[in-house]
């Protein structure tokens, strides 16, 4: 069957209680522990990350809580009013609302996956998935060849040879400025152009599911089927990257030996050659980051191996040809795989 | 040719180039996975309107989500010129026999419909009502609908009034991905859930319908087998593959698109052949029309080869001729390259007997649509 149609599933499961009726929102918020103790069912029944609020309602209007992120106050009420759609928090007296879903808010340090969106005269703008564009100056990338000189009028020239329009790239946050923008640099043999793979984007750190900062965020799968070496790279933005692992030509290890050979193809847009079984894996780690995603899990190093292995294994188990399709029922036996574990 | 979708995607050579290696592949590897023919799951429901006469709501996979609401109004018809001379002239006739058949068959002539009782609009956001793209869309999908001219037909009442339809096709989401056959598909349910009320009153009398909605009768009555609206699907090729509901990204290195609407023909009673096999009967499809559509990825930059490229060790060329005329001759494999010219008369043949084809993909898409649970 080439389409599956499907019912639409309800998006929250109404908890089955008789008393739901007569707890309606009489005072117009959300009950806390520093509510009066009249009705403990209710309490009981909320886990703290099932109180969900929408931007503009009424979180409580109890003057001894403080307000935190992702609230407002009103001038002259008390009322503390949720501004994103999210999960309440309580910390001691403070009240914040975690959002469910957030632009990346770059931190030094961060490993992110970006796309440049304009060239200017000595700097690249990036899309890191932040509400505004990260820069990447001309002077925190390598120049080809290794070389370490002074950037010259004939570099600002020719900076479209080194990153132009639509290209990837990997890269660190070096330093933020005061609207909460970030400077990129690429000046390590671990970061540069991207090639040989695709691109998807989830959501980032900042709320709910995707990718969560981990101990590596860059690893590299050895693959079934004949796929060879497979990297990816979760960028802490959520943008992601999957390609085929390119080794080291020559396997010369000599610290000022590696830049001259690796960085001749650091800035090259051609594609190597791949292998159709590359392919077909590359194309299975994506869908299992998918299926991560939509499953609201974290996006990491060890969830997707073990995703990685439990696709393997349900493709396996399917009699017929090798499909590495995860929509439908192969995605839901995955599910059921992971849970088990 | 309509216009190509929506925003531009920006992507890099590098994975325009994989992209369209993966994809020109036998068999293709798609960025997820899925067959050729293969599409992605969709969420389905119907009569989502309280107020509206037919409505339906499809939710894709990458989150692009549409909903249709169908409003019928009974409109007084234009006196037709036509008709009343044709009446002056049989009643000047004073053979009483011819009378009775006459007049059935004037009945029967009369009971053409306009294309103008059925009116559509589209809304896109981001996209004002005047832009291209809302108006092309509004036109491919009404084009399908009324190129049988069957369907103005079922909107007759008598010889002084009609129904007049008027479709609201609205895209909830941004249009991420090309959206005519979302909204194809969604107009599709809508019609057919679409319910009117009994009439009560007989030939030309001012219309009275019964006010009960629980008698109110199908647009597309279930007794008719197999009479089902259009559908319009969306078809690209890269190299000789032909690839059915691309993602944006894979519409994105698409050498050629095509839109195709299938309708389904009407068939005679007792003439509708069965399957042997399965036992149920056989959709007679046919084509209502097919459209160009201007893929994205000729407008796309360029790949740089390794040996144009002074970053990585290469010479580039003197001016912007000698690049291009260089790049186009060279035969470098991992190079991204704006498809040029357009698509083979072979290709489309093929792309379109994909579509028609007995058990190809409308065939699977009217069944799965015939599925959802309508009310």
Not at chain 1, 82 to 89: L, R, S, Y
Not at chain 1, 227 to 254: F, M, R
Not at chain 2, 232 to 251: A, H, Q, R, Y
Request: hydrophobic share 35%; aromatic share 4%.
């Amino acid at each position: 069957m080439a389409i599956t149609i499907l019912p639409p599933a309800p998006a929250y499961l109404e908890p089955q209680d008789d008393i739901s009726s007569d707890d309606s929102d009489v005072d117009g918020g959300v009950d806390l522990e520093g509510d009066s103790g009249m009705r403990p069912s209710k309490r009981a029944r909320h886990s703290s990350d099932q109180e969900l609020v929408t931007p503009g309602e009424i979180v409580t209007d109890d003057p001894q809580w403080m307000r935190g992120h992702g609230t407002y106050v009103a001038p002259s009420t008390t009322e503390i009013v949720a501004t994103v759609a999210g999960t309440v928090q309580r910390t001691n007296k403070l009240l914040s609302v975690r959002p469910l879903r957030a632009r990346y808010t770059p931190e030094i340090g961060d490993l992110v996956v970006g796309r440049i969106v304009e060239v200017q005269s000595k700097r690249w703008r990036v899309d890191v998935g932040a509400p505004v564009l990260a820069s990447l100056p001309l002077s925190a990338i390598n120049l080809p060849g290794g070389i370490l000189r002074k950037r010259t009028e004939t570099d600002e020239l020719q900076i479209r040879t080194f990153f132009s329009e639509g290209d990837l790239l990997v890269a660190e946050v070096q330093s933020l400025y005061a609207d909460g923008s970030a400077s990129l640099h690429t000046r390590s043999l671990k970061y540069g152009k991207l090639r040989n793979g695709v691109f998807m984007s989830v959501s980032g750190t900042g709320g709910g599911g995707g990718v969560v900062r981990s101990r590596r965020q860059v690893w590299t799968i050895d693959t079934v089927h004949g796929g060879g070496k497979v990297d990816v790279i979760l960028g802490v933005n959520g943008y992601i990257w999957i390609s085929k692992h390119i080794e080291v030509v020559g396997g010369d290890t000599a610290i000022t030996r590696i830049e001259e050979s690796v960085s001749s193809t650091v800035y090259s847009s051609q594609n190597d050659e791949i292998a159709p079984e590359t392919r077909r894996e590359i194309s299975r780690i994506r869908g299992v980051i998918e299926i991560l995603v939509q499953e609201g899990l974290r996006v990491d190093e060890d969830m997707v191996m073990k995703g990685y292995e439990a696709a393997v294994e349900v493709d396996s188990e399917n009699q017929g040809e090798s499909n590495a399709y995860l929509g439908g029922e192969a995605g839901k036996s995955l599910i059921r795989l992971l849970s088990a574990t | 040719m309509a216009p190509s979708s929506t925003q531009q995607v920006l992507l890099s050579p590098a994975e325009l180039s994989y992209l369209h290696t993966s994809l020109s592949l036998n068999p293709p590897v798609r960025p997820d996975a899925r067959t050729s023919s293969q599409f992605r799951p969709l969420i389905a429901e119907t009569d989502i309107l309280p107020g509206t006469n037919g409505s339906a709501r499809i939710c894709f996979a990458d989150g692009t989500e549409a909903i249709v609401g169908i409003k019928a109004e009974v409109e007084k018809s234009r006196p037709s010129y036509q008709a009343s001379a044709d009446r002056n002239v049989a009643e000047d006739d004073d053979d009483e026999e011819d009378e009775e058949t006459r007049r059935d068959e004037q009945v029967a002539k009369e009971k053409k419909g306009l294309n103008e009782w059925v009116e559509m609009s589209v809304e896109i956001p981001g996209f004002r009502d005047d832009d291209s793209m809302p108006v092309f869309m509004a036109a491919m999908l009404s084009e399908a609908l009324l190129a049988d001219g069957a369907f103005t037909n079922r909107l007759w009442i008598n010889r002084r009034f009609h129904w007049k339809l008027y479709l609201d096709i609205l895209l909830l989401s941004q249009p991420l991905s090309y959206p005519l056959p979302l909204l194809s598909l969604t107009t599709h349910l809508a019609l057919l859930s679409t319910r009117i009320p009994r009439l009560k009153s007989e030939e030309d009398e001012d219309p009275l319908f019964d006010d009960d909605w629980a008698a109110s009768v199908f647009l597309y009555p279930r007794t008719e087998a197999l009479i089902r609206p259009p559908v319009t699907l969306l078809v690209m090729s890269v190299g000789d593959n032909i690839i059915f509901d691309p993602t944006k990204e894979e519409l994105a290195v698409a050498e050629s698109v095509l839109a195709v609407s299938v309708g389904e023909r009407p068939q005679e009673k007792g003439q509708g052949d069965m399957d042997v096999d399965s036992g149920k009967p056989v959709r007679d499809l046919r084509l209502l029309a097919v459209r160009t559509i201007d893929p994205p990825s000729r407008l796309t930059p360029a790949g740089v080869p390794n040996t144009l490229n002074t970053a990585t060790g290469g010479t580039a060329a003197g001016t912007t001729e000698q690049a291009s005329s260089k790049r186009e001759t060279m035969e470098e494999e991992g190079v991204w390259q704006p498809p040029r010219g357009g698509a083979k008369r072979k290709l489309i043949a093929a792309m379109i007997q994909a579509v028609l084809a007995r058990g190809g993909v409308a065939e699977e898409v009217l069944d799965g649509l015939d599925a959802v649970e309508l009310g």
